[in-house]
């Protein structure tokens, strides 16, 4: 199986065992996009702490567009999720600079 595969049966069956699968073959992948992300914006230094709240936080948004997720579309579960995925980590650094925002889409402009 394919992770498609693993996400096709998810929605299909609405088991999340399927799911659990697509994330155990997906974790690299997931790693190295929070760590790309964390060091394209100036941070350095690993901090479990950060990169564990950054990848809590992506889960959170992979589970959110998962029910929205239509498989008889033939697109691919990570490209329709990228928007939600870079959303999630914009809001991980939003919440982590000083300056105070109310909402995601302010930040955006101003950053």
């Known amino acids: 199986m394919d ?12 088991d999340l065992a399927y799911f659990s699968f697509f994330l155990h073959h ?5 790693n190295s996009v929070i760590y790309r992300f964390l060091t394209r914006n100036g941070i350095d230094r690993y901090d479990p702490a950060r990169f564990l709240d950054y990848k809590l936080e992506l889960l959170q948004m992979l589970l959110f567009c998962l029910p929205r997720f239509d498989p008889a579309q033939e697109t691919e579960f990570l490209k329709y999720a990228k928007h939600y995925i870079q ?17 995601l889409a302010e930040y955006r402009r101003v950053r």
């Open 87 to 103: 959303d999630g980590l914009l809001f991980c650094r939003m919440m982590g600079e000083v300056g105070s925002f109310a909402s």
């Open 3 to 14: 992770l498609n595969d693993y996400i096709r049966e998810t929605v299909r069956h609405k």
């Open 26 to 30: 997906f974790e690299k992948r997931l």
